[in-house]
């Protein structure tokens, strides 16, 4: 197998180009396919950062629900929801579908994801740049919750970036171990 060089850090910048895009996708998702035994630490760190997201999940809907939808300017562009590799190795390690877009996007475009009824996807499969970007309004909102509910939020929040640099230093230390890597 060839040596697996094309997994970088930060935003995946082929959204200009679905046909590489897809390539990549394959390439990592054949990783965990291939050797699930290697990669079992990684997809079970997966499964717990999933249970935190679902778990907080209702407590930011609640705000988001009452705050975004009087919003006069939706932070849902395209360019504001792009997945980074981190993104990519959680999502495929979890062993979901990744949300590949049908064409290449403009930056300037309503997110692909986005819908007349909201986004399309579950919060646990959005990328984690959008997933976490609450604006000055909605801040303000959730702040009014009580306060153990919002520190009980903060707790799995911070619990759920530790486990995703788990995950991740779990993921890059078995593609070293895996031979010819
Ligand atoms: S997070 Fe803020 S900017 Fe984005 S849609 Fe909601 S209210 Fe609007
Ligand atoms: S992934 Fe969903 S929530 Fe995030 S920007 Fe796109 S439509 Fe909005």
Request: aromatic share 12%; with cysteine.
């Amino acid at each position: 197998m060839e040596r697996f060089s094309l997994i970088n850090k930060g935003e995946i910048l082929l959204w200009n180009n679905v046909g590489e895009l897809k390539k990549l996708i394959d390439k990592v998702d054949s990783l965990f396919k291939n050797f699930p035994e290697n990669f079992e630490e990684s997809m079970s760190l997966s499964r717990e950062i999933k249970e935190i997201i679902v778990k907080i999940d209702p407590f930011i809907d609640v705000y988001a629900k009452k705050i975004c939808s009087k919003c006069i300017d939706i932070c849902c562009l395209n360019k504001n929801s792009r997945y980074e590799y981190d993104d990519l190795i959680y999502i495929l390690a979890l062993r979901e579908q990744f949300p590949i877009p049908d064409r290449n996007l403009e930056d300037k475009e309503p997110c692909y994801l986005l819908t007349e009824k909201g986004c399309k996807i579950p919060r646990y499969l959005r990328p984690l740049r959008c997933n976490w970007y609450f604006c000055k309004d909605l801040l303000k909102e959730m702040e009014t919750s009580p306060a153990r509910a919002f520190r009980e939020f903060s707790n799995m929040f911070n619990k759920m970036l530790y486990l995703r640099q788990q995950m991740l230093n779990s993921f890059f230390q078995s593609l070293s171990n895996l031979k010819g890597f």
